[in-house]
């Protein structure tokens, strides 16, 4: 019998998706399921955006530049001016989701073998595309303990070798919610200089920062063209995470014309979700407004929540949509797969993203869970009140 390959053998499964079985199952028992686990907006997509998919009237969906749309490279790039981020249309390459920017990024800047610095706990499919990439991704640990800050330059530096090829940072960060200071970019800005690295940067949270805190972006870095690589995605600043479409974004030459390359082997990126990304840009700022107030409010509820509750701890993120909380628990797996299998409160349970899948060692997240605060605050209420319930109930509680 043929066997698969070591690729397809490494290829870890998703923790964010692992346990849907055990949700469709516990709905087949009637029981209603709150998604805390995966970051799937229920924020309306916006009426630009959808304008321009009814009104799609072409008689061929054919293939674009392989760099993408050159109308939405254009406007692309004056979005990201008018936030005073100057970069050009030939400096974007327009991608299959987000996902397809990381892939581009890796293999544009690392050799089979080649490592990745990643500050952990870290979004858990780098996992899958750097198996994809041949690349091996090199943990640094930050700790709940100080919020997930930034791990000191130091511990960086002890894990660079003569393979390391890029630091890769998610800001702000998904799993954490942490939003790197201006301080904390220099730091890393001053550190790839040094060790002549590429700094790679995952900026799709970018318009979610709360409490008037600044999302600083490393291609606002003075002097660091040729180092900097920025992966962006509409997925979550428009809610179209179902269209796909991302980008790669860098001044730097090489890197574009290496991903430019790939781009061309896979042909293009989806023609009718490009034509809805430009449709989107001209979404007027009251949409960003309204959705980020209501994220900031349903943060300050669940977070408040969380911590209400005996034993648990839960630092206040300061972007994106995500939360860790450290429970009271002996195996955060365990908890997860039991509240879906065994447990319901008033015909409701929680499904929630065990931490484990977000560290390169599992043991480190035993106890830790990702929460996505992605539900409307009713909703999220109903889910706190009966994830309270359930760590009351579950045999394997350790306080």
Not at 324 to 339: E, T
Not at 344 to 363: I, L
Not at 380 to 393: F, S, V
Request: negative net charge.
């Amino acid at each position: 019998m043929p066997k698969i390959s070591q690729v397809g053998q490494k290829m870890p499964a998703s923790p964010i998706r692992k346990l849907v079985p055990y949700a469709e199952e516990a709905k087949r028992r009637g029981v209603h399921v709150y998604h805390l686990n995966i970051g799937q907006p229920d924020i309306p997509t916006p009426d630009e955006a959808l304008a321009a998919i009814r009104a799609t009237d072409v008689r061929t969906i054919a293939y674009t530049h392989s760099a993408g749309i050159e109308s939405y490279r254009e406007a692309l790039a004056q979005f990201y001016t008018r936030r005073g981020l100057s970069v050009t249309a030939e400096e974007i390459i327009v991608t299959t989701g987000g996902s397809e920017a990381i892939v581009m990024a890796m293999m544009a800047v690392c050799d089979r073998g080649d490592q990745i610095i990643v500050p952990e706990p870290y979004y858990a499919n780098y996992n899958g595309f750097a198996a994809e990439a041949g690349v091996e991704i090199v943990p640094v640990r930050s700790w709940i303990e100080n919020d997930f800050a930034l791990p000191p330059i130091a511990d960086f530096e002890q894990l660079i070798t003569d393979r390391t090829r890029a630091i890769l940072i998610c800001n702000p960060n998904n799993p954490t919610g942490y939003l790197y200071s201006e301080a904390e970019i220099l730091q890393l800005r001053d550190m790839v200089r040094k060790h002549d690295l590429f700094l790679m940067a995952d900026e799709v949270y970018s318009d979610f920062c709360y409490n008037g805190a600044k999302h600083h972006s490393v291609l606002a870095l003075d002097g660091m063209d040729e180092y900097v690589i920025m992966m962006d995605s509409i997925s979550k600043r428009f809610s179209m995470c179902g269209a796909r479409v991302g980008a790669l974004v860098s001044r730097n030459r090489e890197v574009i014309d290496a991903a430019l390359r790939m781009g061309q082997a896979r042909l293009c990126a989806p023609y009718v979700g490009q034509r809805a990304a430009e449709a989107a840009l001209h979404t007027p700022q009251s949409y960003f407004t309204a959705v980020h107030d209501e994220y900031q409010a349903r943060r300050d509820y669940m977070i408040g929540a969380l911590n209400r509750m005996e034993g648990v701890r839960c630092p206040m993120p300061r972007g994106a949509f995500y939360a860790i909380a450290q429970l009271p628990v002996d195996d955060a797996d365990r908890f997860a797969q039991w509240m879906l299998e065994h447990f319901e409160y008033k015909g409701r349970t929680v499904m929630v993203a065990p931490a484990s899948g977000f560290y390169a060692q599992p043991e480190s997240g035993r106890n830790q869970v990702r929460l996505a605060y992605v539900l409307n605050i009713d909703d999220l209420r109903a889910a706190m009140e009966t994830l309270e319930m359930a760590l009351k109930a579950y045999p394997g509680r350790t306080v």
